[in-house]
């Protein structure tokens, strides 16, 4: 076994040791990828995992260094770049990764990527070509 | 300031353009022709082309402490870097069936599932899976 492998095992056991806390928050996370494009209801969540829900927003920030809000926001503009990337309109996307909004969600977009939905659209079809 | 480029200090650039296109599966982005066969040499993931390129360097081969903290690394088994993948167990899979070393098996740890690889280049590549 090399020194890392001990290490990562060694550290593994302190920082890992809860394993009701991890069962949580892996469970709030794919609840997350799940319903990411619908309203995330932390509540509900908490209370399946018998916590209080800012236990929860806590214990998820803990092991994933980022709060259930930041994390749906990157996974939905993650997934919004690939319906861009597949052609569909950025109305369309931007509703169908959750947005009310196409003015908050191409402000949100082109301040995570740098690009407006239309921009980042246009320079990927043209890649294609 | 954005970050464009980060690299990989690599024995043998031609070798270690093989392993991370045909066993990794990055794909080339630059190739420019430096002095003395060296080349400047970048890669991007298949899935995201316009992230960040990674930079096959040959460092160890021109600047000593740059091989001395290369070989100290591979020594103890410390990744040199990581790249993040859907799926550990299938990566290992994948890679083991084509040759590829592993000096960690996937191994689960709370949130994370890791395993680390040779490039056959100098270093231990940890692939990451978020649980």
């Known amino acids: 076994m090399t020194f890392y ?6 550290v593994g056991r302190i920082i890992y040791a809860n394993r009701s806390q991890i069962d949580t928050v892996i469970r709030t996370r794919k609840y997350l990828d799940r319903n990411y494009e619908a309203n995330v209801n932390l509540n509900l969540l908490a209370r399946t995992h018998a916590v209080s ?23 939905r503009i993650a997934m919004s770049k690939q319906h861009l990337e597949n052609g569909m309109s950025a109305t369309q996307t931007c509703f169908a990764v959750g947005f009310e909004s196409l003015g908050s969600f191409s402000t949100l977009f082109k301040r995570k990527t740098g690009k407006t939905p239309f921009e980042y659209q ?4 043209s890649r294609s070509f | 300031m954005r970050v464009t480029v980060i690299s ?9 353009l093989q392993f991370y296109t045909l066993k990794l599966g990055f794909i080339k982005k630059r190739d ?6 060296n080349r400047w040499l ?36 410390i990744p040199y870097t990581q790249f993040d993948v859907d799926d550990v167990q299938k990566e290992y899979d994948r890679l083991v069936e084509l040759g590829v070393e592993f000096s960690v098996k996937p191994t689960a740890m709370g949130t994370l599932k890791v395993a680390v690889l040779n490039d056959t280049c100098g270093n231990n590549i940890q692939l990451v899976e978020e649980l």
């Open chain 1, 5 to 10: 492998e001990k290490e990562i095992h060694r």
């Open chain 1, 53 to 75: 829900k800012f236990h929860l927003l806590r214990l998820f920030k803990k092991y994933y260094g980022l709060t259930p809000a930041k994390y749906v926001t990157d996974k």
């Open chain 1, 122 to 125: 246009k320079e990927q079809l």
């Open chain 2, 32 to 37: 420019i022709p430096l002095d003395g066969g």
């Open chain 2, 8 to 16: 990989i200090p690599v024995l043998d650039q031609e070798k270690a």
């Open chain 2, 42 to 77: 970048t890669l991007v993931s298949k899935d995201a082309q316009d992230g960040p390129e990674l930079l096959l360097e040959p460092a160890p081969l021109h600047f000593e402490p740059s091989k001395v903290y290369q070989e100290e690394l591979m020594k103890a088994g």
